[in-house]
């Protein structure tokens, strides 16, 4: 069982940045490739970026691409995600999610955090 819980949202202007992290209670977290969800009201959980679980490869969405980054500390049990040059677009809550391949699709990841809201006004 891997618990995840995510903090380091909130409300910024568009063009601003925010660091989302996700901290794993398991002491196998390193076994575990690791993405990140976002969900908007009334739209599907979508995939904003993945991980392997060493890190050497990362995936992102299109929206997101140059904009935002993906990274993690195995030592910390800690995921990382830096969001630069917000849109109001990015106004989503966003989850971490943990499974044992890295990829786009909700299915793939058995473990969720409860998700931290990012609101960027324009």
């Known amino acids: 069982q891997v618990q995840l819980v995510e903090s380091g949202g909130g409300l910024v202007q568009a063009g601003g940045s925010l660091r989302l992290s996700c901290a794993a209670s398991a002491c196998t977290f390193s076994d575990y490739a690791m993405g990140w969800f976002r969900q908007a009201p009334g739209k599907e959980r979508e995939v904003v970026s993945s991980?392997?679980?060493?890190?050497?490869?990362?995936n992102f969405a299109d929206s997101v691409k140059g904009r935002f980054t993906i990274s993690r500390d195995n030592a910390k049990n800690t995921v990382y995600l830096q969001l630069d040059s917000l849109k109001p677009e990015d106004t989503a809550v966003y989850y971490c999610?943990?499974?044992?391949?890295?990829?786009?699709?909700?299915?793939?990841?058995?473990?969720w955090g409860q998700g931290t809201q990012v609101t960027v006004s324009s």
């Open positions: 991980i392997s679980w060493i890190g050497s490869s990362t």
């Open positions: 999610a943990a499974g044992p391949h890295a990829g786009r699709r909700v299915s793939m990841y058995d473990y």
